[in-house]
T-cell receptor, first 115, second 110 residues
Framework: DTAVSQTPKYLVTQMGNDKSIKCEQNLGHDTMYWYKQDSKKFLKIMFSYNNKELIINETVPNRFSPKSPDKAHLNLHINSLELGDSAVYFC??????????????FGPGTRLTVL | GQQLNQSPQSMFIQEGEDVSMNCTSSSIFNTWLWYKQDPGEGPVLLIALYKAGELTSNGRLTAQFGITRKDSFLNISASIPSDVGIYFCAGHNAGNMLTFGGGTRLMVKP
């Protein structure tokens, strides 16, 4: 019954490694997102993706890339992990946004720790 | 870029007390939102405000969208222990991209 799910819940890895976080939604939404929450709990949008376009927050390093095998999934790939990448990453989904806001539903988060 | 300033950063209150928190922005938003994040979970939408001046309630929660479209407040009346969490304001313009405030951490003493 989980609307937006993420795996893994926790990820501990070494600097320089490449890792992926998976996200799946069963809400039939057509837009998915990735957010980063730092140690001070500040939430920042990283990507917004639907089948028409990918919107990238300009502050996101190009080591981060979203990949969508189908409409229900948006995975986050991170290359050459750095210490500063340690954070909680949230996936979210909504119906396609226009001028009006469509509620975003968030996953439970993935806590990434880079050693 | 757009920034939302949320205050206070944290609050420690007695059960039964009322709580007030607010957000201000350097720019205009079309929609203001208030989310709550429980420990180990993702944010959950509490209230959405669509019109300047709008006052909306959801149970013990009341939120208002400022007339200037640059601010909003959230009130929680008669707080209970399960109100503990982090409350975030967020602003939305076109394209469904959200800008979040820094959060208000609420702690309630039984």
């Amino acid at each position: 019954d989980t609307a937006v799910s993420q795996t893994p819940k926790y990820l501990v890895t070494q600097m320089g490694n490449d890792k992926s976080i998976k996200c799946e939604q069963n809400l039939g939404h057509d837009t998915m997102y990735w957010y980063k929450q730092d140690s001070k709990k500040f939430l920042k949008i990283m990507f917004s993706y639907n089948n028409k376009e990918l919107i990238i927050n300009e502050t996101v390093p190009n080591r981060f890339s979203p990949k969508s095998p189908d409409k229900a999934h948006l995975n986050l790939h991170i290359n050459s992990l750095e210490l500063g990448d340690s954070a909680v990453y949230f996936c979210a989904s909504s119906q396609e946004g226009g001028t009006e806001y469509n509620e975003q539903f968030f996953g439970p988060g993935t806590r990434l720790t880079v050693l | 870029g757009q920034q939302l300033n949320q205050s206070p950063q944290s609050m420690f209150i007695q059960e039964g007390e009322d709580v007030s928190m607010n957000c201000t922005s350097s720019s205009i938003f079309n929609t203001w939102l208030w989310y709550k994040q429980d420990p180990g979970e993702g944010p959950v939408l509490l209230i959405a405000l669509y019109k300047a001046g709008e006052l909306t309630s959801n149970g013990r929660l009341t939120a208002q969208f400022g007339i200037t479209r640059k601010d909003s407040f959230l009130n929680i009346s008669a707080s209970i222990p399960s109100d503990v969490g982090i409350y975030f304001c967020a602003g939305h313009n076109a394209g469904n991209m959200l800008t979040f405030g820094g959060g208000t951490r609420l702690m309630v003493k039984p």
